[in-house]
């Protein structure tokens, strides 16, 4: 073996020449994005990277050989086998990203006949609740409105939300009903501990995001936002958040500027829960984090006019949102079109019995094959309330991609809804239903 390698290692040409074919291969078939040939570029990958530090191998050796001449050709060529590297790793990046991306997974597929299949429908435009107080729309637009006049250089806030405390601290039980029955707020476990997310809508619907998310770009207002309540007055986010008291004193959150946006992470200690806004906008003036404050305030203000009405009230919300999710024959979860073939929505319409969470699974229907499975469960994942009364039903929504299969080549699907209980007992399928999809492509 070390004979062979010191014959490998003589040759000035040799360990550059194979690293470099590496590399090629490695390109070329990652240009091509045809999904059998995936392992043979991971492969080609990590044995180009092997080659690659033989040729640095080589040229240390031929120094301690004493053959200075050829530990420089070496050298030499370990800076243009780099440089080739680079360049491999970046054409195979740009055509992975903009290339076709047709993966021919329905090709020789058929949609079998005998079964009932059924078709994502349209969203229809639904502005549910626009004038409620306090909703999930009415969030959005103050957010919106706010985001039109120009901000400032000064991030000062006032963490004022007097209202959410009184309401956390004097009628604790009803705040936790209301904010686990209202549609306009997704409560979720991490652990052993309970948050609430503001959700944003989707033609006037709340909508799950992945951590409560909410974004906007174009037209100059680009943003993105999430406001979480610490139920347990545990902090949600990993990263480091400034901490500050709910109060009428001015208080400056710590700025850092992320591609282009100021960004902000600000938790307001506000008696029994917790508030937690993060914001990234263009400008250091905190214009999405005043107008969630304001709307925070308003809602509960509300809210303390009478809590036991405002709870009856967010239920019987929830309760028409979920009967309008279930359409007209009163599936217990649809799939809707989106904006390109292969995104999609689910509307849930359930009632599992217990508080959990449910997500999807799918599967294509003639080999059974799992689609999109680690990114399905995830997109599709939302909060489930559930109550003893089985005639009652609880509303959720969330989007997701399909990416096995291509645009115009259509294939049977069956979706399966899965709820985990909260209680930590076994997950259980509630309901499943055939639909004809396409896979989505870049």
């Known amino acids: 073996m070390k004979r062979h390698l010191a014959r490998y290692f003589d040759r000035w040409w040799l360990p550059a020449l194979v690293q470099l074919c590496l590399v090629g291969g490695f390109a070329a078939t990652a240009a091509v994005g045809w999904r059998p040939l995936l392992c043979v570029t991971d492969v080609l990958f990590v044995l180009a990277a092997l080659a690659f530090l033989a040729v ?22 370990t800076f243009c086998c780099g440089a080739a590297s680079f360049m491999a790793v970046a054409f195979a990046s740009i055509a992975v990203a903009f290339g076709p ?10 949609i079998p006949a005998g079964i009932e299949i059924a078709e994502p429908e349209p969203e229809a435009p639904d502005p549910w609740g626009a004038e409620t ?9 103050a957010i919106r409105r706010a985001l039109t006049v120009p901000g400032n250089n000064t991030a000062e806030i006032i963490p004022a939300i007097p209202s959410l405390r009184k309401a956390s601290m004097n009628h604790p039980e009803a705040f936790r009903d209301y904010v686990k029955a209202s549609p306009d707020w997704h409560v979720f476990l991490e652990g052993r501990t309970h948050f609430a997310s503001r959700r944003w809508s989707s033609e006037g619907e709340p909508l799950d995001t992945l951590a409560g998310n909410a974004s906007h770009s174009g037209g100059g207002l680009g943003f993105q936002t999430r406001c979480l309540l610490c139920l347990d007055r545990i902090q949600w986010s990993k990263d480091i958040v400034r901490h500050v008291q709910e109060g ?40 999405v984090t005043k107008a969630t404050l304001a709307r925070l305030e308003m809602e509960f203000a509300e809210f303390l006019k009478d809590p036991d009405a405002s709870v009856k009230a967010a239920r019987s919300r929830s309760g028409d949102l979920a009967s309008r999710q279930a359409g007209r024959r009163a599936q217990p979860f649809r799939l809707l079109t989106g904006m390109q ?6 509307t849930y319409s359930l009632n599992p019995g217990e ?57 049977a699907a069956r979706f399966e809804v899965w709820f985990s209980p909260d209680s930590g007992k076994p997950s259980r399928k509630l309901a499943e239903r055939v639909f004809k999809i396409e896979g989505w492509q870049r």
């Open 341 to 346: 073939p292969g995104i999609y929505g689910v």
């Open 133 to 141: 107080p306090g909703n999930v729309y009415g969030l959005q637009e």
């Open 248 to 287: 009428t004193a001015p208080v400056e959150p710590d700025l850092s500027l992320r591609h282009g946006l100021h960004k902000s992470r600000i938790l307001i200690e506000s008696g029994g829960v917790w508030v937690e806004i993060h914001e990234y906008s263009g400008n250091p003036e905190r214009r």
């Open 101 to 110: 991306s047709e993966d021919g997974f329905a090709d020789n597929l058929t």
């Open 355 to 411: 508080p959990g969470s449910v997500h999807l699974k799918a599967f294509e229907v003639t080999q059974g094959i799992p689609l999109s499975v680690k990114e399905l469960e995830d997109r599709s994942k939302s909060r489930m309330k559930g109550s003893t009364n089985l005639q009652e039903r609880f509303g959720a929504k969330a989007e997701f991609k399909i990416y096995e299969g291509d645009w115009g080549k259509p294939y």
């Open 56 to 77: 640095i191998a080589a040229c240390i050796w031929n120094f301690t050989q004493g053959r200075p001449g050829t530990a420089v050709m070496h050298l030499l060529l």
